[in-house]
């Protein structure tokens, strides 16, 4: 599991930190992984480090300070190195002895003979030559895009850049991206990931994260977010043991689709009967097209003849009216874990009395897009996902799942995990159904709720990438429909069990 850290609990434990390590000794160590870094990025772009042209943009803070003395590193290396400053009556004043110590040439951005855009010629002619520029423009205390003179020199930009702690213009805590800002081929960045580099449209800007250790990690404290690692999926994913029988891993109830919609039964039916061994019980007014798919599936056209069932997915295409109302209330009075998609969501947020039917201690996990998520919330979903999320599921004491190209799952105590998924395959109608019967069937084999979305959200778009055969930016893929993801599910269980036992 990853740690993610916001910028005050950074600060905050780098305080710690100075106590007993001197700032600039710190610094130096960030910067000289930025120097190894780019060094690595020009040897495999260019086949070498000496004599290639490195430009270092420099912010007004220790960001650029950062990247001063990345490049007196690289000085070191033989690299030829131009810093162009931003703010040159702020540039970090031991960073700039640093580099000109080790005779880098240092230019300002808006200085002599400047073009149309306010761009001196040497800082244009230095950004426009470059083999790979360092992004120190600004780092933690980061406030909205890019100004225009850092936007226009990054605008200019055809080499690799490597970022200093993270791409510069993106927001640090939300990762929202409202104007210019850096695409990094590679971010370093120091002591902990922070929200940016796994949220939204700012983890893209990352690139590549390296994380560095500089000696915070006791200061740190809880993380604000968390990410799953594949290993850490497959350690806990549930497979059948010598000792269990199909009751024994869980009995999973499916409650979905409609005799016009049959299609959410069989996606959801079927990706419950392919995320564990144990079984798989359907009940709905599409139980015949889902015997049909899936025969392994006790298939019943009435809830209340459903059968015993150690949990609930329920939700996609039962309908927002009565019928759907009552499949609600009898799985709501279960006692059982229930997962609700889809309908079950926009029941539960137009009908408050459906509240009152919950069992209090049964877990329950809701699985808004985003305008189911506005229906449940009664606000607009801004920018701060994370927040809303967390807020959401404290007032419903439900596990949130909030989807989308970064999945946000907030536990009502306030823990947070992340899903990037580093790609779009799972974008396709459908696949939330099959999210829906994946959850609901670890629920049935004991996972915990927040856990369980946690597992399925990963496995769910690394069978989509496996499906289609490609990871967005990177690889060839084709666009796949849910059916497809779905078939890539067992595939993917294999991945992360097989990073866990590695
Ligand atoms: N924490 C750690 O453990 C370690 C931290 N270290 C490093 O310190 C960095 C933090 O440095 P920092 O605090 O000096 O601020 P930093 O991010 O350089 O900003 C500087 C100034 O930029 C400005 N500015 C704001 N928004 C802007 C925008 N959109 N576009 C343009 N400019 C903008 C704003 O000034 P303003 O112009 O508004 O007066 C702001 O004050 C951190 O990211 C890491 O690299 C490592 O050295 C060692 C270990
Ligand atoms: N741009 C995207 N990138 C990655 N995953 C996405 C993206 N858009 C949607 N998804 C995922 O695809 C699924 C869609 O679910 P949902 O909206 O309920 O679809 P449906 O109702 O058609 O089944 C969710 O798991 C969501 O996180
Ligand atoms: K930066």
Redesign the pocket.
């Known amino acids: 599991m990853q740690g993610v850290w916001t910028p005050d609990q950074i600060r905050a434990a780098e305080q710690r930190l100075f106590t007993r390590t001197p700032e600039p000794a710190v610094m130096r160590r960030a910067a000289f992984a930025v120097a190894v870094q780019t060094a690595q990025v020009l040897t495999e772009q260019t086949g070498g480090v000496a004599g290639r042209r490195v430009v270092l943009l420099v912010g007004g803070g220790n960001n650029g300070g950062d990247a001063l003395w990345a490049g007196a590193f690289l000085r070191r290396r033989g690299a030829a190195v131009t810093a162009v400053l931003l703010s040159p009556d702020k540039a970090h004043p031991a960073g700039l002895t640093a580099l000109r110590r080790a005779r880098g040439r240092i230019v300002e951005a808006t200085g002599a003979s400047p073009d149309t855009a306010g761009i001196g010629a040497a800082a244009a002619d230095a950004v426009e030559g470059a083999d790979a520029v360092v992004d120190g423009i600004v780092g933690l205390a980061a406030r909205g895009p890019l100004r225009p003179v850092a936007a226009e020199l990054v605008r200019r930009v055809t080499a690799p850049i490597v970022a200093v702690d993270l791409p510069s213009g993106v927001d640090p805590v939300t990762g929202a991206v409202e104007g210019a800002a850096v695409q990094a081929e590679v971010t370093v960045t120091f002591g902990g990931r922070k929200p940016c580099h796994v949220l939204g449209r700012a983890a893209v800007r990352s690139g590549d994260v390296q994380l560095v250790d500089i000696g915070l990690d006791d200061d740190l404290g809880e993380p604000e977010l968390r990410v799953l690692e594949a290993a850490d999926v497959g350690e806990r994913w549930p497979v059948p043991r010598p000792e269990d029988d199909k009751y024994s891993q869980g009995v999973i109830g499916v409650a979905a689709g409609s005799a016009t919609y049959p299609g ?1 039964a069989v ?1 959801a039916a079927g990706a419950a009967v392919r995320t564990t061994s144990g079984m798989v019980r359907y009940a709905g007014p599409a139980a015949d097209v889902v015997r049909a798919h899936w025969p392994e599936v006790i298939a019943t056209g009435s809830i209340t003849d459903a059968g015993r069932v150690q949990a609930w997915a329920v939700g ?1 295409g039962i309908g927002t009216g009565s019928s759907g109302r009552d499949v609600m209330l009898h799985v709501l009075r279960s006692g059982h874990p229930v997962c609700a ?2 309908d079950a969501i926009t029941l539960l947020a137009k009908d408050p009395s459906l509240w009152d039917a919950r069992e209090p201690d049964a877990p329950l996990v809701l ?3 985003a305008g ?1 998520f506005t229906r449940l919330s009664g606000d607009e979903l801004g920018i701060d996902r994370v927040g809303a999320a967390r807020e959401v599921a404290a007032r419903y004491d439900a596990v949130v799942l909030l ?5 946000v799952i907030a536990a009502p105590d306030g823990r947070v995990l992340v ?1 990037d ?1 580093h ?14 019967g994946m959850i609901g069937a670890l629920l049935a084999s004991g996972v915990d709720a927040w856990e369980a979305c946690g597992y399925a ?1 990963h496995v ?2 690394r069978a ?1 990438a496996l499906a289609a055969r490609g990871t967005g930016g990177h690889g060839v893929g084709a666009p796949i429909g ?1 059916s497809a993801l779905l078939a890539g599910v067992p595939e993917a269980i294999r991945t992360v069990r097989a990073a866990a036992l590695a």
């Open positions: 959410a996606l996609p998609d889809a699985t808004p897009h189911e989807k989308g190209n970064t999945t899903n998924s790609h779009a395959w799972p974008s396709t109608a459908g696949s939330g159904d099959v999210l829906t959200s769910h778009s989509a849910a």
